[in-house]
């Protein structure tokens, strides 16, 4: 099971690159497994990446594994500690919803499927240094009751109850950030009132089931 988890979390971690959600070897996946979490390692190309090489870590925050687990592992551990509902978190420099993060911009409800991130808004977490406390407090604020947030100057995390889930999550999100930043160079968006919100994200709750149930 864990060394089949490990290979999901390099295939999504490359997913991200193919999808254009990250470049290079910035981002991190991580998966919850019983104790703490599977996680990417440091600054090594996810094409490189085997399945020994992806981090185990505990809550209190040791690793086990060849390379040094991701400098972000902090708001991942948080997310787990904080978090039931969550088995995986993403983290990604999404081209869109980087330059809003990088205005301090939260997505507002522009359009309806920002419910798709469990709330009204994707809200933008203050700005902290990476891979520290600070930043992993104010993501853990920001992503209380909802899926998906931006990180001041930095990007964005998305997550899900596996890892398909959270990708899902972070393509729908940059998705939205695009067509924001898109809308704003037109003029001054529509923002949908909260009662309408409030009736979206009660059909999201049914949102894919099928007529069986």
Not at 62 to 84: C, M, Q, T
């Amino acid at each position: 099971m864990e060394q089949s988890l490990r290979a999901d979390v390099i295939k999504i971690a490359l997913d991200m690159l193919s999808t254009g959600l990250n470049k290079g070897k910035t981002g991190n996946v991580s998966a919850r497994v019983d104790g703490g979490f599977l996680i990417t390692p440091s600054g090594v190309d996810y094409a490189a990446l085997g399945p020994a090489d992806i981090a185990l870590m505990n809550m209190n925050g040791d690793s086990v594994g060849p390379l040094k687990p991701s400098s972000e592992w902090r708001f991942h551990r948080d997310i787990y500690l904080n978090r039931a509902d969550v088995g995986a978190v993403v983290h990604a420099h999404s081209p869109f919803c980087t330059a809003l993060a990088c205005v301090a911009m939260a997505i507002p409800a522009f359009h309806y499927m920002v419910a798709v991130a469990g709330g009204r808004d994707i809200r933008c977490a203050p700005y902290a240094t990476f891979g520290t406390q600070a930043l992993s407090d104010r993501a853990v604020i920001a992503l209380d009751g909802r899926k998906a947030c931006l990180l001041a100057n930095h990007g964005m995390i998305a997550v899900g109850g596996t890892l398909a889930q959270a990708l899902a999550v972070a393509s729908e999100v940059e998705s939205l950030a695009e067509q924001y930043w898109r809308a704003l160079q037109i003029g001054r968006p529509i923002i949908l009132e909260d009662d309408e919100m409030d009736l979206v994200l009660e059909k999201f709750k049914s949102y894919g089931e099928s007529a069986q149930k």
